[in-house]
């Protein structure tokens, strides 16, 4: 079992840059897939990106692709997540998550963090 707890996040403007982070707990990091998702009010959580457990693979979002980058740190047992030319909308609560096998779909993720809130001013 793994714990995951966001941070990082607040308030920018647009064309402006954050980093996410996402530490977890326990020696099994390694083990997961990690990755990035994200809840806009009144919509429903969407897929941003995802590193697989070697950092060989990512995959991102169509919406996010060339602004933000997903990268981890084994050794730290932390996920970061890169953003940068913000749009307003990229305001989200994101939420970390770790999954067996690395995929793009929530279904597949077994443990979640509380979320960070991002909001981007125009």
């Known amino acids: 079992q793994v714990q995951l707890v966001e941070s990082g996040g607040g308030l920018v403007q647009a064309g402006g840059s954050l980093r996410l982070s996402c530490a977890a707990s326990?020696?099994?990091?390694?083990?997961?897939?990690m990755g990035w998702f994200r809840q806009a009010p009144g919509k429903e959580r969407e897929f941003v990106a995802a590193?697989?457990?070697?950092?060989?693979?990512?995959y991102y979002a169509d919406s996010v692709k060339g602004r933000f980058t997903i990268s981890r740190d084994n050794a730290k047992n932390t996920v970061y997540l890169q953003m940068k030319s913000l749009k307003p909308e990229d305001t989200a609560v994101y939420y970390c998550?770790?999954?067996?096998?690395?995929?793009?779909?929530?279904?597949?993720?077994?443990?979640w963090g509380q979320g960070t809130q991002v909001t981007v001013s125009s």
């Open positions: 998550a770790a999954a067996n096998v690395l995929a793009r779909t929530m279904a597949q993720y077994d443990y």
């Open positions: 326990g020696r099994t990091f390694g083990s997961y897939a």
């Open positions: 590193i697989s457990k070697s950092r060989l693979t990512t």
